[in-house]
């Protein structure tokens, strides 16, 4: 079935830096999807891409489609200590249901 | 506060008895979308109703069943529990069923959870 590879699995990165994570299929999709979670919370959305090569913006927060449809990458610049939490990606290819990748354990250390 | 709403926050049972989650979701949204999130796992879809009917479904297991009523909330039951159902069980919500290119159209929004233990 499709599944989505997500990396790192975790990561830990000093306050300032920047982070890039991605997800990556076999499989083609048509919306990419990013969310954080925070401890005990539910997922809530960052970045929406709709078209393959789109880059959007959020803050600090950059996401691109990838070109081949496949794969999508978040980028965070300048690291800051609540941008800790559980980074996932979601994809969907038209068929009703989004898959969710692994998710990236991002910690900050001050 | 998303506009999604999961009751209860957190219920505790044992073996072998059922239970029911409930969502109400976002005004305006017409599917519903169930996940499971065991500790320190991803998401796994189980379920999806639009307006009523079911769409999609995932990793559900038999024990496990779902429908979406009129006024558009859903319900989870979940029977003879197992130690392995502990979870974490979100509901999200979209304004329709994925297969829509529209922005924003098809975005899942998230409620806070329900966490189940099976003692």
């Known amino acids: 079935g499709q599944q989505l590879n997500q990396s790192p699995q975790s990561m830990f990165i000093q306050e300032g830096e920047d982070v890039s994570m991605n997800c990556t299929s076999s499989s083609i999709f048509n919306t990419w999807l990013w969310y954080k979670q925070d401890p005990g919370e539910g997922p809530v959305l960052l970045i929406a891409?709709?078209?393959?090569?789109e880059l959007t913006s959020n803050g600090r927060l950059t996401a691109q489609f990838g070109i081949t449809r496949k794969d999508s990458f978040l980028n965070i610049s300048a690291s800051i200590p609540s941008d800790v939490g559980i980074y996932f990606c979601?994809?969907?290819?038209?068929?009703?249901?989004?898959?969710f990748g692994t998710g990236t354990r991002l910690k900050v250390l001050a | 506060d998303s506009g999604v709403t999961q009751t209860p926050k957190h219920l505790i049972t044992a073996t072998g008895q059922r239970v029911t989650l409930r969502c109400s979701p976002r005004?305006?949204?017409?599917?519903v979308y169930w996940y499971q999130q065991s500790l320190d796992q991803g998401l796994q879809f189980l379920i999806q109703?639009?307006?009523?009917?079911?769409?999609a479904k995932g990793n559900i297991l038999e024990r496990f069943s779902a429908q979406q009523f009129p006024d558009l909330h859903s319900e989870l039951n979940l029977s003879s529990l197992e130690l392995g159902d502990s979870a974490l069980y979100f509901c999200?919500?979209?304004?329709?069923?994925?297969?829509?290119?529209?922005?924003?159209?098809?975005?899942?929004?998230f409620g806070a959870g329900s966490r189940l233990t099976v003692l």
């Open positions: 979601a994809a969907d290819s038209g068929t009703y249901k989004y898959i």
């Open positions: 999200a919500s979209s304004m329709r069923g994925t297969g829509f290119l529209s922005s924003g159209a098809n975005v899942l929004t």
């Open positions: 109703y639009y307006n009523g009917e079911e769409r």
């Open positions: 891409l709709y078209k393959a090569g």
């Open positions: 005004s305006g949204d017409l599917s």
